[in-house]
């Protein structure tokens, strides 16, 4: 049974579906959140990782999946958002090629309303086992077809997004002078912490997995700390890179930064912390406006977007954040209400395209 908080929680989000599923042969579990079709068909990447529960995955998924539509929307892509969730049993290993071909026929189902790519927990391996029994998948690997790792795409615009913030809340720094916290050392936030250094910027960077960071070894302006604590740090710029949520509004009395800026979804518990930040005086990045190039990327791919349309699109990223600060200044709001705003008037100018009625279903 799908418990009660579910279907509440679905409602409070405004979502158009959400799919509970789990497969008896392969075991198989998680879940799949549609929120918006505004724009397009709903996509956003699929998440391997453990949950306590079906419903916890499901709530995941449901947050995940309206950032999608916000960060959709605001990169000026034809998509909407949704997000899906599978649960690691620890058994993935030995069923990982069944549980793929398993959910790849949970996509077709769906006739092209959700368009799945990688995201914790996956990669373009994944995506290319994917693609042998769905076409509504992004991500491939080039040798699968596709456009590969977006990772890098990520980094790119959480790094212009970072230089961005820095021009506008602290132009009197050089950057041989500011130091980027940088929480989260995988795929994206190992390159983004490359980028800071070409830059000529310090970084304190910490990972769950202490060997993410050992390649930094040694370096002169790299200083490899651990996670307990971290956004406490004394930094220029926090930059969470890993799982969403990490502040809050009773951390934000204990942040010792100027910015918060990074490749994390959902960095902040809700929109009350980024008014406690702004009252604070630190400058909150939208994530959705920061983190966009790895969408781009994969949407491309998606959607046929020709190589200098993508590039053209994840180059503006820096652009719109650009306006969206200088709006916040000139009207003396957060940037994320205002980006928020933006984004709300583009959806309600767009008729939804056949939506179905949210529907919360039972796992089959």
């Known amino acids: 049974m799908v418990s009660a908080s579910v279907p509440q929680i679905c409602d409070s989000f405004e979502h158009e579906a959400l799919e509970l599923f789990r497969d008896p042969q392969s075991g198989l579990t998680g879940a799949i959140a549609i929120h918006s079709t505004a724009l397009g068909p709903a996509m956003g990447g699929l998440r391997l990782r453990s949950y306590p529960s079906i419903e916890e995955a499901a709530i995941d998924a449901l947050r995940l999946a309206r950032a999608m539509t916000y960060k959709n ?116 936030g190992g390159r983004l912490v490359d980028l800071l250094l070409d830059a000529g910027m310090s970084v304190d960077v910490a990972d769950v997995n202490e060997a993410a960071t050992e390649r930094w070894a040694g370096h002169p302006r790299v200083a490899r700390v651990g996670t307990e604590g971290f956004i406490a740090r004394e930094l220029d710029v926090l930059a969470p890179c890993a799982m969403g949520e990490l502040v809050c509004v009773a951390d934000v009395p204990h942040l010792r930064c100027a910015i918060v800026a990074g490749a994390a979804n959902n960095p902040l518990v809700d929109e009350l912390t980024a008014v406690a930040l702004d009252e604070r005086g630190i400058l909150y990045v939208p994530d959705f406006l920061a983190n966009c190039g790895g969408i781009i990327h994969v949407g491309g791919e998606a959607l046929g ?60």
Request: hydrophobic residues 40%; without cysteine; proline residues 3%.
């Open 305 to 364: 977007t020709s190589d200098l349309e993508t590039h053209r699109l994840i180059d503006a990223a820096e652009h719109r954040l650009q306006r969206v600060l200088r709006r916040a200044r000139e009207e003396d709001r957060v940037p994320v209400a205002i980006a928020r705003e933006e984004v709300e008037t583009m959806l309600r100018g767009h008729r939804s395209r056949g939506a179905a009625p949210l529907s919360a279903l039972a796992p089959a």
């Open 73 to 188: 929307a605001a990169a000026g892509l034809a998509l909407g958002g949704g997000k899906a969730v599978v649960i690691d049993d620890g058994r993935w290993d030995e069923h990982r090629l069944e549980r793929w071909d398993a959910f790849a026929q949970r996509l077709n189902r769906l006739e092209g309303r959700y368009i799945t790519a990688e995201d914790v927990g996956t990669g373009p391996a994944d995506m290319d086992r994917l693609a042998r029994g769905t076409r509504w998948v992004a991500g491939r690997s080039e040798l699968g077809g596709g456009r590969g790792d977006p990772s890098s795409a990520t980094a790119h615009t959480v790094f212009t997004a970072i230089r961005t913030a820095i021009a506008f809340r602290l132009a009197h720094l050089h950057p041989a002078d500011v130091r980027v916290g940088v929480l989260g050392a995988g795929h994206v």
